[in-house]
């Protein structure tokens, strides 16, 4: 099982990022899909979900700025990320869940940077 991140950068406040994430060895179109990240000093905490509806789910404080999706024929989940802020810095992380068996995965991360 793998899920391996992409598309941290160093953008600047205002700006946009789509973070990708590549899922593998597992049924991906039966797991719900999450986006965290973690800032330094602080939990990790959720941002996203899309579930296996295709149903999303977002932390209000990123509602209306940040888009989940998801790819299952190429086994991807994106994060959309635009109207970026200072207080979006964080290691962002992938997280796949199938609640019926019980399974969780991570990925490792990638950072991403907000400032000017």
């Known amino acids: 099982v793998q899920l391996v991140e992409s598309g941290g950068d160093l953008v600047q406040p205002g700006g946009s990022l789509r973070l990708s994430c590549a899922a593998s060895?597992?049924?991906?179109?039966?797991?719900?899909m999450k986006w965290f990240r973690q800032a330094p000093g602080k939990e990790r905490e959720w941002v996203a979900t899309i579930l296996s509806s295709t149903v999303t789910l977002y932390k209000e404080s990123v509602k209306g700025r940040f888009t989940i999706s998801r790819d299952n024929a190429k086994n991807m989940v994106y994060l959309q990320m635009t109207t970026l802020k200072p207080e979006d810095t964080a290691v962002y992380y992938c997280?796949?869940?199938?609640?019926?068996?019980?399974?969780?995965?991570w990925g490792q991360g990638t950072q991403v940077t907000i400032s000017s």
């Open positions: 997280n796949a869940q199938d609640l019926r068996i019980g399974a969780e995965y």
């Open positions: 060895g597992f049924t991906f179109r039966d797991y719900h």
